[in-house]
């Protein structure tokens, strides 16, 4: 068995199984002729070889209609104080409650206030998308928390109208970043440290060889 909460949540949009999947909440798209799992080692073998030589099909496919956008407003945020409290309650918690909560570590000391989202009507447009560089253009009619389904690391910031802003870990590994009501520009940037050393090794070089 599986927990399609959280594949839906990471943008799992297709299954691909030798075996049907017994679930109501899943799409068939493809069957085989034949159940593979059920020929014998003789079997197996022949279609294995038909599939690698022909148009054979031996595998189930089924799409997931639940699968999260890859960028995506949430209504609501649940704070959790340690990653173990996050992480147990994204195990539980169904389709919906993800979908309309970010959930965030926050502990009770914090300096600074939670995101306070009142609202997730928005609008979201793809405008670049590169290996150190993500642009997002928003509208919301109030103030909301935008995920992206990215890997968290601290080497990205995140600008809104060129100011930046915390990048905050959502859903333990996703980027989420709180947006004012309005129409926005929202930046991700890549920055290493090794950039700065690849800057140094190449004004090393070039005074070693030209000076």
Do not use: C
């Amino acid at each position: 068995d599986f927990n399609l909460s959280l594949l839906s949540l990471a943008n799992v949009k297709y299954f691909v199984s030798f075996k049907p999947l017994p679930r109501d909440d899943l799409q068939q798209l493809v069957a085989p002729a034949e159940n593979s799992w059920k020929l014998s080692t003789a079997g197996k073998l022949d279609l294995a070889l038909r599939y690698n030589f022909s148009d054979t099909n031996k595998y189930y496919i089924y799409q997931n209609p639940h699968a999260f956008p890859r960028f995506f407003f949430t209504p609501g945020v649940r704070l959790f104080e340690s990653q173990e409290d996050l992480l147990t309650a994204m195990a539980e918690a169904d389709i919906e409650t993800l979908r309309n909560n970010a959930f965030l570590t926050w502990p009770p000391r914090a300096s600074e206030p939670p995101p306070d989202p009142s609202s997730s009507a928005q609008h979201i447009e793809l405008v670049e998308y590169g290996a150190d560089r993500l642009v997002l253009k928003v509208a919301t009619d109030g103030r909301s928390f935008l995920v992206v389904t990215n890997n968290y690391s601290p080497f990205w910031k995140v600008f809104v109208d060129g100011v930046e802003k915390k990048l905050h870990p959502t859903y333990h590994t996703f980027w989420g970043v709180e947006v004012e009501a309005g129409r926005h520009i929202v930046e991700w940037r890549y920055d290493p440290p090794y950039k700065s050393v690849q800057f140094l090794n190449l004004i090393w070089f070039w005074s070693f060889n030209w000076l």
